[in-house]
């Protein structure tokens, strides 16, 4: 098919199809989600499920793929719809308007080969963690503050996200004070996306490491968390 | 010889978890410490002392999306 030609050979025919039937939960459609949901549907996962409950806000505009000022005030699940359909009408888009909870957070997983951590805060990320891990489905974990961005792959059990946060119950991290940035967000969420592809296609990835790149160094580090 | 992050790291007699954050010029105000798999809190930093053969893991805590 001509629309993925560019995808070859690094992602052979038979690996094409198997992306177009495998199906991505993605959490979170913000500075994260929306790059990665660009990055899947662009390389033909052929389902993908967005969840995020928020509205575009101006503040979203310095890093955010799917807000503009045309979508500000609406829902970032309906850019992210529009979006896919817009770039790969091949894929079919789950759009969720909602937050994850606990109420519905094993219906979302349902299905899923794969779910990715786009979220921006440390409770939810942990319930995402838990979850997934109920679920038996694969997270792949996804943060940023400033210049700085870093990725992991959590198979289920693993708790990698306990190593990470503290147990002293923050919400928020560095970002607060850092902010994040667009170059930092795309980059990060590009990687999570080649991560989640990797998983699809069983091929190797990070395997209980974290990736962590510093921009404004120009540095990048990846080593073992266990 | 510690491990910080899982790459060796020369050990000195004394050397608490502030000495090893500023030797190694974490500049973050946010950070994760733990000790042999342990979490130390921030407020242990000046009297946590690290023994020759820890395995020291500092990250950045952060949660942006």
């Known amino acids: 098919m001509e629309r993925y030609l560019r995808n070859q050979d690094a992602i052979d025919e038979a690996e094409q199809a198997t992306l177009a039937i495998n199906r991505v939960l993605v959490v979170g459609c913000g500075g994260l989600g929306g790059m990665v949901i660009e990055c899947l549907a662009r390389i033909g996962v052929g389902h993908l499920r967005v969840v995020d409950g928020d509205l575009f806000e101006a503040s979203n505009l310095n890093r955010q793929l799917l807000s503009s000022t045309m979508n500000l005030g609406r829902p970032k699940t309906l850019a992210a719809k529009q979006r896919v359909m817009a770039v790969n009408p091949l894929v079919e888009v789950d759009a969720v308007q909602a937050n994850l909870t606990a109420e519905n957070a094993l219906e979302l997983l349902a299905d899923c080969d794969v779910a990715v951590d786009c979220l921006d805060n440390i409770p939810t990320r942990l319930f995402l963690q838990q979850a997934a891990k109920t679920a038996g489905v694969p997270l792949v974990h996804g943060a940023v503050a400033g210049w700085v961005g870093r990725v992991c792959v959590i198979q289920p059990g693993e708790d990698l996200l306990n190593l990470l946060y503290p147990e002293s119950g923050e919400s928020q991290g560095e970002e607060q004070q850092m902010g994040t940035l667009s170059f930092t967000a795309a980059l990060t969420a590009s990687w999570q996306a080649a991560e989640a592809v990797k998983l699809l296609l069983g091929k190797s990835g990070l395997q209980a490491e974290i990736l962590e790149v510093d921009l404004l160094s120009g540095s990048a580090n990846r080593f073992r968390l266990v | ?65």
């Open chain 2, 1 to 65: 010889m510690i491990k910080v992050n899982t790459e060796d790291y020369p050990w000195h007699p004394g050397m608490t978890v502030t000495a090893l954050l500023d030797e190694k010029l974490f500049t973050f105000r946010h950070i994760i410490v733990r000790v042999n798999g342990e979490f130390v809190p921030e407020e242990d930093y000046e009297k946590q002392l690290i023994v020759d053969g820890d395995d020291v893991l500092v990250l950045h805590l952060m949660a942006g999306g």
